[in-house]
């Protein structure tokens, strides 16, 4: 790891891993040869949930807090052996799990774990019968969006009370990522819902974690406590954590300079970069001993487009919309030029993500190339290009607006004469972002962890974000068969292969990706950042040395 | 007095009802609702029917509207869609974090501005005066959230400080609770101060040029009482109304200052809520602004008899 990595090397390596600090690196490995200390205060800047019932709501500021509180049956590994965009599972509640055949899995539960000492629970045990219980409210409460990633789920059985048999309508090789994914399956105790009538309230967030919810205050802040009897001994070491609600960009920038928050106040613990760059030499003086590691980030927009009808039924024409679509230049005016580029799987998702130059005929199409985007265009019937539109929300970002201006004026240099279409968020999202919208438009897509989510809904016939209405029968069959193909390398190809034919027939046009900038303070040992929602994993054995 | 009273009060109930339709109308013409964004991309079958039913956002409009008034007439606003907490539940732990800043707020505008006002009329073109005008039109122009900033991270760059951000509870420190709104108070005042200093100083200037003030001075009266007792009563009237006018102003500007200071007061909560289409909290909310500035106004008129005896209500 080394600090004078240049922009070019990030963009050669791929921007998946690199590593930079203010001040001398210690480094993560470094830290592992010290004792861990218990005890200290942990000083985050988080999201202000819309409410703590984690299947009503999609949103990642609840997600993100029930990491702390909350168990999952399995997990993603994390520390500082554990590359960002790297995702290996381990048990968490499961002590072990077993796939007897392709439609069935076997999870083992771990003897003695107990819920938080809380009313209504109260420290009772937990039994594969909360397992059953979360997985069934998963799947039957209306409201919950993110009930899809179970859809593969046909049922859940107590086998004894250690014991869980989960079987599937299909084979489905991703359920165990779904399993471990942090934006969904936390488990939860049926006491509390039946108690509370939902899990809306605060006091509701009862869970098996490391760490307990000790008081909340809306657009004030969260506290969480040590959870003592955690079924990891001696975990967390860490006594407290403070968690601020700060919704203004430069508040939450000024207490991070003044050592009020001990991690980056983005996502997964991160600076965004034109904050970064005006910051650093502040920083330098002010935190000499801010640790930073650099890894790309899993947030990708993509153009959209209706290629169900003309001219976007037209592949010529698509392809010379990416042509037109200067990555670099748009990664120069939004990013301080450092980013990677993204085929249909993010490159930050390393695992999977097939690299550009990799991508065979379709790699062309990623080269900015205005005069032959032109050329397509008139080979196409559009020799003075044509009229269109693009629907956007700004997300409430200067880049995402800044990123639409770059773009209308790329489609306009080759003869596509878009009208920009602003939308606020509510109108994107129940129009444009479901596939309703004139001719084109632009905007980010959740950030996944598993390469399933960034491809079948967008290009499955019938899929609801299917924003391009992709009707591809190769590519339908290429993604059915990617989650029935359980041999990692086979399935590799499989998805290698639809990155290919996408790139070929660009049904999206997909945006570089910036690299995320993860900090902490010297302070933090043994955590290293990584994408997703995970904060609480990542932070279960970091300790304080202050 | 009671008579008039009355008159208004009456006269009160239709522009309550009106605003009652408006704030009940606007939220529901913006494209998207609760339902959707609470599913966004994510839905699945018919989830988006069958949460809009759970909701009761199926039913029609105009049943939704007068079941709305309906309980707005026994004291129930309604419960968020989002939290499930009541509305009035809410507005209660809010409200008091909001009517402190902006009545902050207002005092610090007039703390600032009548004296300055006063001067720049007394001694109108000279430095003083100029200074004075030149500094309420940087106030006027420079909004209030520019301000905010600057002064929070300014200092964090420069030293490594900032002022409190966050929120102390009252029953914590009741000192710190207070002290906690005087900056986010001062920078929200400045924008009235300026209206109000230049306000002032037009009108006392005014004044200051009428017959019975030149026969003030005549008289060899001192400077203080011819300015402060004969003249300010009379100038100050349309500095009343225009506070009513300020009230508004200041509660609209509450929405960014509490969220750059962390403060937890309606403001923001209004603003989530209008982010979330979370449609009794927008009502409710605005239900309640709009009464408040109903009887504020009121309070103004009633406050012109008291400044000017020649001003009888009947």
Redesign the interface.
Known sequence: MSDSLSRRDLLKAGGVLAAAALGPVAGPRGAIAQTPKRGGTLSLRLW?P??FDLH???SYKTNVLHTFTHSRLLKYKAGPGVQPGSFVLEGDLAESWSQPNDTTYVFKLRKGVRWHAKPPVNGRELTADDVKYTFDRFVNE???????MM?ALDKVEVVDKYTVRMTLKEPYVWFLDMVANPMALAIIPKEAVEKF??L??WEAVIGTGPWMLDSY?????VTFVRNPGYFLPGLPYIDRVEV?????N??R???F????YDLGWEASGTINRVDWVQLKD?LK??RPKLQSLEFASNQMSHIYMRTDKPPFNDVRVRRAISLAFDRQGLLDAVAEGVGVMNPAVPAALKDWSLPVDQLGEGAQFYKFDPARARKLLAEAGHPNGFPATVSYATYGSTIQVDAVQLLLKYLKDIGIDAKPIQ?????????T??GKYESMAFGPQ?PFLDPDNYLFGPYMPGE??NQSHVNDPVLSDMLIRQRRTADVAKRREVLHEIQRHAARQQYYVYAPSGVYIGVWDAAVKNYVPNLGYDWGGRLLAAWLDR | MKRYLLKRLVVAIPSLIIASLIVFTLPRLLPGDAVQLMLEEKAYGKDVDDLRHKLGLDRPIYIQYFTWVGNVLTGNLGESLWTKRTVTEELGMRLPITMLLGGMAICFAIIIAIPIGILSAVRADTLRDYVARSAAIVGLSVPSFWIATLVIVLPAIWWGWTPHLGFTEFSKSPGAHVLQFILPAFILGIASAAGIMRLTRAMLLEVLRQDYVRTAWAKGLREGVVVMKHSLKNAVIPVVTILGIQLAQIFSGTVIIESIFQLPGMGRFLFDAILQRDYPVIQGINLLVVSIIVVMNLLVDLLYAVLDPRIRYS
Do not use: C, W
Request: net charge positive.
């Open positions: 202000d819309p409410h009503q709501t999609i209306k409201g919950n969006a993110y009930r899809s859809a009538g939902d809306k309230k205050r809306p657009n004030v802040g601020t609600i700060d919704e203004d430069a508040s920038m000024a207490a300079i003044a050592g009020k502040t003086q002010r939308q606020e968020y509510g109108a994107y999202i129940s129009t972002f479901y959740t609801l974000k």
